[in-house]
């Protein structure tokens, strides 16, 4: 059984028992939902794999409360001291050399000798991590490949009957996962383009070279976040049989199925709404879901980013869940 509760004290306590047990709590952060285990706990991070249908090969995130709890894990640097300092916490996630004396569970760095590491800024989730006063490995609380989780509604939606509990939260604020920057190369590496712009990033530490192949980012299979329905994007109008995501001044008019990612063209609005619609648009009688052209300015690389991967996926029959 899957007990969905709001976020209040008593709940975060209990959310805590539960990690410290070994069990599973999906939580919100200001990104997405995550799935949680307690990171030096080997069998409790199995699970995640596990309940997720994740590949064994693809590591997770640990999240801790701030940047002195991750140096106790990873071998620390200028740049994650720079990067940590201006960015945490928020959506910023770094990929370090693990230490050997990490604690860390195998399991959750899938073997790598490298440890991804976040703090999360939610209120929600600093509150867990302390209270559970241990790491959390947290991928986003979603079936594997699937579009990942906005609300506690769609982790329900995903992986109701598979976890513990799930922490209500309401609605993430940014909406798309962490930018992931690898520190372990030099030059340093965008793995994953996310919710805090690579602009901002570079201003700290300069030019980010791109992911390259496919062992170092392991997770970034092409596709990915997908909905049931097939994806077409750059689409200025809908087809007949298709649902439209539109984009500011760009919407449906004919009073067909369509949602607007943000009428005002304000791409953090967008980031912030863009799996919710998804989510969304996938439960509407249609054959295929249209996008919008958005720029790929700031945040706009994320969002096109999931998008491709949406757009990439082979479609597939029904099953929110995704079994
Ligand atoms: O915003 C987020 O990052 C959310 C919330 C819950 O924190 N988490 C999340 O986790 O998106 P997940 O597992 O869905 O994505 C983690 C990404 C994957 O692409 C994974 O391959 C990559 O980070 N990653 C993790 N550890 C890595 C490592 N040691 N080396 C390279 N990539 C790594
Ligand atoms: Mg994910």
């Not at 249908?53 to 995130?61: D, F, S, T, V």
């Not at 693990?98 to 490298?114: E, F, N, P, V, Y």
């Not at 070279?209 to 596709?223: E, V």
Request: overall charge positive; glycine content about 10%.
């Amino acid at each position: 059984m899957t007990r969905v509760v709001a976020a209040e004290p008593f709940a975060l306590r209990e959310a805590a028992r539960i990690l410290r047990a070994g069990g599973l709590v999906a939580f919100p952060t200001e990104t997405v939902y995550g799935l949680g285990a307690v990171a030096t706990d080997n069998a409790a991070v199995r699970r995640i794999f596990e309940v997720k249908g994740r590949p064994a090969r693809n590591p997770l995130i640990v999240h801790v409360p701030d940047a002195e709890a991750a140096r106790s894990m990873v071998v620390w640097s200028e740049q994650a001291a720079a990067l940590t300092q201006a960015f945490w916490p928020g959506p910023l996630t770094l990929v370090l050399a693990q230490l050997a004396d990490s604690g860390i569970a195998r399991a959750a760095s899938a073997g790598l000798h490298t440890l991804a590491v976040r703090a999360p800024a939610a209120p929600i989730a600093q509150a867990l991590l302390r209270a559970a006063a241990l790491p959390i490995a947290a991928p986003s609380a979603n079936r594997s490949g699937r579009v990942s989780p906005t609300t506690a509604a769609h982790v329900a939606a995903g992986l109701a009957g598979r976890i513990e509990l799930v922490l209500d939260g309401g609605a993430c604020t940014v909406g798309l996962e962490s930018t992931v920057v690898d520190l372990s190369a030099e030059p340093p590496r965008l793995l994953r383009p996310g919710g805090l712009t690579r602009a901002r990033i570079e201003a700290v530490i300069g030019p980010l070279a791109a992911a390259g192949d496919a062992i170092r980012a392991p997770g970034q299979l092409a596709s990915h976040y997908a909905p049931a329905r097939p994806v077409r994007l750059n689409a200025t109008a809908p087809r007949p049989d298709e649902a439209f995501l539109g984009f500011g001044a760009l919407q449906r008019m004919d009073g067909g199925v369509g949602l607007n990612l943000s009428r005002s063209g304000s791409l953090t609005e967008a980031a912030r709404n863009l799996f919710a619609m998804l989510h969304a648009l996938d439960r509407e009688p249609a054959q295929a879901i249209a996008v919008a052209p958005i720029s790929n300015e700031g945040l706009g690389e994320a969002i096109n980013d999931r998008l491709r991967r949406a757009a990439a996926a082979a479609p597939r029959d029904g099953g929110r869940s995704g079994d």
